[in-house]
């Protein structure tokens, strides 16, 4: 590997003056409550069990499973074919409501909407639908918070409330669907065809209920609602046995590694997680995925001035990615950074953004400047519900 601090690096990197950093946590806390059961908690023969042991035709499952997944149906007035005596006891077993929008902001020309979510225990969260001319994706939040404690991130500092349900996770999903459907953002009805896990939490760290709602993203109706794998991306800090695990579960979806420094001095502050897993094994553990599942990785990179946007460390990340593998089995996703009000942390200058990518591309790396939208509806994860 080469130098990480060559003759033109500057001896120290500036770093902002912040707050104590607070603790990793990858545990959510005891004692919480957990969410009334759904429907897309539960496989076909779970939901036919849960029916008939309230009493139910165990058979309505299948029926329920059509209506939410097939036709984006939560209302038991939409659902004539149920029978009316039964119609309201069935949607109340396995269809209760989850989250209740408290505010939904529109950008970019209302093709950008974002909504915060209350939920059941009043935890808040974000989602974010952005339609473009060739599809149209939802970011969604697997965590009430984040116990990351990214020091860059509103979501990392405010720390974690709680893992959410496999439910929660995809019926953020079901509702931009519904959105797109039903023509609420801008540019007529349409569907919904990529779903991004890059909202509040790490994913990775609630690995159990974030597959859950993979599969249920990728399976048909009555199932699941029948998107394609390739079109799901799962976001991770470098959890790197969760990322060999995600390896092995033959789900091909894209794997995005939020690196943000190619040299373990920097990483550690700007991703705490660093101290546990090294830039080394996180990118080796990357590699290995696209290696086995034939997947390319996506490197997230938020450009931060004068912190990780340095000539040299295009150069560094460059030779960290290539000494992998050849170039085909990565591509970098450079973010510019949406500041959190108030935060020292800010975006790099355009000349230096291009010269990083200019570095890059030189080297053969496959590089795009992430389009950022919804700045001026504080877009970051995690800003609107630290103003709640």
Known sequence: MPDPAPQTAPEKTAQPSEPKPLPLVFAEPRGRAKPPRHLADLPGPERKAALEAAGLPGFRGA?????????????????????????DALVAELLPTLMTPVRTLEADRGTTRKTLWRLFDNALV?????????????????????????????????????NMSTAEIVDQVVSAARAMRNGDVAGGPGRLSNVVFMGMGEPLANYKAVI???????????EGL?????????????????????????????????????????????????TRWSVGETVDAAADYAR???????????????INDQAWRADL???????????????????????????????????????????????????????????????ACGQLAAAE
């Open 63 to 87: 029926q329920l499973g059509h209506h939410y997944f097939g036709r984006l149906v939560a209302d038991a007035a939409e659902m004539t074919d149920l029978p009316a005596a039964t119609r």
């Open 126 to 162: 974000e989602s974010v639908l952005m339609r473009y001319p060739d599809r149209a994706t939802v970011c969604v939040s697997s965590q009430a918070g984040c116990g990351m404690a990214c020091p860059f991130c509103a979501t990392g500092q405010g720390g974690l409330q709680r």
């Open 212 to 222: 859950g709602a993979v599969r249920r993203l990728v399976s048909p109706a009555p």
């Open 226 to 274: 029948g998107l394609s794998a390739r079109n799901v991306t799962v976001s991770t800090v470098g959890l790197v046995p969760r990322i060999r695990q995600l390896t092995e579960e033959g789900i091909p979806v894209t794997l995005a590694l939020s690196l943000h420094a190619p040299d373990d001095e920097l990483r550690n502050t700007l991703v705490p997680v660093n």
């Open 292 to 306: 086995t599942t034939g997947r390319r990785v996506s490197i997230e990179y938020a450009m931060m001035r004068g």
């Open 317 to 379: 990340l460059a030779d960290v990615l290539l000494e992998r593998g050849d170039r085909g089995w990565v591509h970098v996703n450079l973010i510019p950074l949406n500041p959190t009000p108030g935060s020292k942390w800010t975006a790099s200058d355009p000349a230096d953004e291009r010269e990083f990518v200019r570095r890059l591309e030189a080297k053969g790396i496959s590089t795009t400047v992430r389009d950022t939208r919804g700045r001026e509806i504080d877009g």
